[in-house]
């Protein structure tokens, strides 16, 4: 198994430094790293990426992004407020998302961001006339649904025919009637988002194939698309094997860049890829036991905390912090403390004899974990730490359930 010699630095630091499990720990190395790939295809083939906040959206990371030049796409108006509030500016934000409310539309039309996608046919109708009733024009990007299999799991899937995304190519004509009618509606952006944890950069390859090919279709009805908008979807290597697409993307755009002919600004929406490979969770073996044939690990960590593997089926690699590295290995069942079967970190994992009080890391956690964390169980969320040069800062405090309590629940006793 390759373990990325990031990790041992998080390792070393949460040895000089253990606070309290569960906790996300995140590589400032490993972030700037992942960030200057992207900040690499800008310079070398002017590709703009608009990382996609919903992966992950700390503030600090959200800094770091901004500070690397690179932009964003939001999918909510918190996620729109929170770049902004990061120092992101509207132009540097793209707004993406299958349902879209009128009054996040109303702000994302009145602070002139960059793009809004439309995915329906109906959701551009709205989109016109909110912005003809607040007289101001409004930049389009049609998210078409290109009916390519991205070969992954199907709840990550979102570029097939049944999926919920993007307009249906049927549609295509219907669009362009809306915008024929509608003179705020400005259409720039022709874009598709396949799917997610994609290995076949291939797809990629087709997905810029037929935005192009639409576009051109588009010209001859008098629309003249500038932006041609890829989406995200990089795989990240999670099982350990070696298929990071990251060292793979620089030939991927410069094929691409070939293909373009610089006829189109193109753009990719990132979001795993950045962040993923970062984070570790570190989690406290509070019990072990041994139910039927299995040995079970108990762990302070939970599905509260990463939900991708009951989610997903997602597999990631845990390891214990002091591998005894000649130590037996047994296989094991990494659970949390959620009331729920489906409350698993990792099942049939082989690690060192675990104990209670022994502290392991679920790797690879940087993306869809802390971001879709929930407080299940009245569990509080757990902080977040970056690791730089050695030294953990604290990103995130750990939530407290008693503000908690008494900030948002009103207690009715009639
Ligand atoms: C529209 C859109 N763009 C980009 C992404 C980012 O995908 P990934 O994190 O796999 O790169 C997503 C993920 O759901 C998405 O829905």
Redesign the pocket.
């Known amino acids: 198994m390759f373990l990325d010699p990031s990790y041992n630095s998080l390792f070393a630091a949460y040895l000089k430094n253990p606070v309290q499990t569960p906790a996300y720990i995140y590589s400032n190395t490993k972030l700037v790293e992942n960030i200057s790939v992207f900040k690499n295809l800008f310079d070398k083939f002017g590709v703009t990426t608009h990382y ?1 906040m ?2 992950n959206s700390n503030s600090t990371i959200l800094k770091l992004i901004l500070k690397a030049g690179l932009k964003v ?1 939001v ?1 909510s108006l918190g996620e729109l407020k929170k770049a902004m509030s990061a120092g992101f500016l509207p132009g540097d934000l793209i707004f ?1 998302g299958v349902g879209k409310t009128d009054a996040e539309l109303e702000t994302a039309i009145q602070l002139g961001l960059k793009t809004i996608k439309a995915e329906s046919i109906q959701e551009l109708v709205v989109i016109g006339k909110i912005a003809e009733n607040l007289g101001i024009p409004v930049r389009i990007g049609l ?1 078409l649904n290109p009916e390519i299999d991205a070969k992954t799991h199907p709840y ?1 899937a ?1 570029g097939i025919a049944t999926s919920k ?1 993007g307009i249906d190519k049927r549609d295509i004509p219907a669009s362009i009637d809306i915008l024929r009618s509608n003179k705020f509606l400005n259409l720039t952006t022709l874009d598709a ?1 396949i ?3 994609i290995t076949d950069l291939n797809l990629f390859v087709d997905v810029f194939r037929f935005l192009s090919a639409q576009s051109d279709e588009f010209y001859k009805l008098g629309f003249k698309i500038s932006d041609i908008d890829l ?4 795989a990240v290597d999670y099982d350990g094997s070696g298929n990071s697409t990251l060292p793979l993307l620089e030939d991927l755009f410069s094929q691409i860049a070939i293909l373009n002919d610089k006829k189109f600004n193109i753009s990719i ?5 950045i962040v993923a490979n970062s984070c570790a969770i570190f989690s406290t073996v509070l019990y072990t036991k041994r139910n039927g044939e299995k040995n079970f690990a108990i762990c302070d960590a939970a599905m509260t905390e990463n939900i991708r593997p009951s989610l997903y089926g997602s597999v990631h690699t845990i390891v214990k912090i002091v591998d005894e590295q000649y130590a037996q290995k047994s296989l094991y069942d990494v659970v949390g403390p959620v009331c729920e079967s489906g409350d698993f970190l990792g099942e049939n994992i082989l690690l060192p004899e675990l104990n209670r009080g022994d502290v392991i890391a679920i790797l690879d956690s940087g ?2 974990t802390a971001a879709m964390a929930s407080n299940y169980n009245m569990r509080p969320l757990s902080p977040e730490y970056l690791e730089k040069n050695g030294e953990l800062i604290e990103i995130r405090r750990r939530q407290n359930i008693n503000e908690w309590i008494e900030n948002l629940e009103i207690p009715y006793e009639g």
């Not at 929406?269 to 890829?273: D, F, I, Q, S, T």
């Open positions: 996609a919903k992966a796409d999918n993406a998210r990550i979102t995304f988002h799917g997610s944890q989406g995200g979807g990089f929406e990132p979001g795993r890829a993306a869809y």
